[in-house]
Each structure stands twice: as C-alpha cells, then as structure tokens.
C-alpha cells in the first residue's frame, strides 16, 4: 500500500453528490467514537487526514480519500443517539445509496470497539454486509484498553462470533500502532486478489 500519494478527494452529504467509482474502494464503517477517524490516520500514515472528533456523530458525510491502488471511503458514524430523527434519516438515505449503487466495492472494513460486546447496530450491519455478499473484515479498536486476560476473551468471543460469517477480525490500538501492518496487507490481499 502505497500511502505516500493519500490525499483527500471530496466529502458527499446526500448519494446524489457520489463520485463515480473507478477504482477499488475500501470503505470504512463502525459507530460514533468507535476510534475509525484513528484507525484511517493510522494506516494511511497521516495525523489529521480523517478528522479525530471528541463529538460522536460529527461525521456527518461520506469522505473519499485517493490512494494510487484504492480509494479510501469513510462512511460516517452511525448509532449516536443524541442526533436527529431527520439526521438519521438523511444518514440512511446517504449509506443506503451508496451501497445500492454499482461501485467496485474491494474491502468493508467494519469496526468494533474490542471492550464490549457489538451493539444491535454493529450487528444488524455485519448482518446486512453478509446477506448483500460484500467482502468485509472486523477490526477490534481500543485493544490498549484492556489487560490480557480480558483481551484474550474478548478475542475469543469475536472469533466465535464472526466464524458464522467466515470472517476474520484484527484487534488495533491506535495508541500503539499494533495490528496496523496486519490490517494493510488484509486490505493489500483483497485488492490485489479481489477475493
């Protein structure tokens, strides 16, 4: 993964405004303040490229990113509950559109904070990319978090968890730096391969 040619592209408010899709996209999706602003700064090697925000729901647009392989697409936050009904909504609206379009979809990098358990929106999208047969994987955020035994179980639960959808996790810690290699050749594999 070439990260040295990153640079933003545009932000979409409404599935109206999305870009055409000519190259590979990795999308990015999790809930607010799981840590997936964190997670891109990390593996794209740039501190403020997504927006780390102390506000959860403050994502509000789904924003591209270019690579020279791929395009980095960040979807905004979902599940905070302090935001609108008419948000929520224009959320919907905004997520639902893109994934009902024909784009070249390589990767869905869905994120879980490895502390709790996934939360009925967490599981209710893992569900969705399943039975629609995209190719996603689960990475685990905020592993720094917890000791060993605790991360050890959680692990655990995880794995089993997910072995019904056949897919693997990656635990992360953006404190750290740990599981960032692991998790660019997981998105190096399934775009070269497009398995």
């Not at 405004?17 to 999790?30: A, D, H, K, R, T």
């Not at 403020?48 to 591209?64: D, E, Q």
């Not at 994987?137 to 968890?161: A, G, H, M, P, S």
């Amino acid at each position: 993964m070439d990260t040295n040619s990153v640079k933003f592209v545009m932000s979409c408010g409404l599935s109206s405004q999305l870009p055409e899709s000519n190259l590979p996209e990795v999308v990015f999706s999790g809930r607010s303040n799981v840590g997936k602003s964190s997670l891109i700064n990390k593996i794209t090697n740039r501190k403020g490229l997504a927006r780390v925000s102390a506000t959860p729901g403050k994502t509000a647009t789904i924003n591209f990113f270019s690579l020279k392989e791929f395009m980095l697409v960040d979807l905004p936050g979902y599940g905070y509950a302090k935001v609108s009904d008419a948000e929520k909504q224009r959320w919907a609206e905004l997520v639902e559109g893109y994934f009902a379009q024909e784009r070249n979809f390589a990767l869905i990098v869905q994120i879980c904070d490895i502390r709790h358990k996934p939360t009925d929106d967490d599981v209710q999208m893992i569900d969705y990319l399943s039975a629609m047969g995209f190719p996603f994987i689960v990475v685990l955020t905020k592993k720094d978090k917890l000791n060993k035994t605790e991360l050890k179980n959680q692990r655990e639960f995880y794995e089993n968890f997910l072995a019904d959808y056949g897919v693997k996790c990656y635990p992360f810690s953006a404190l750290k730096g740990d599981g960032t290699e692991d998790i660019k050749n997981a998105i190096d594999k399934f775009i070269k391969e497009g398995v």
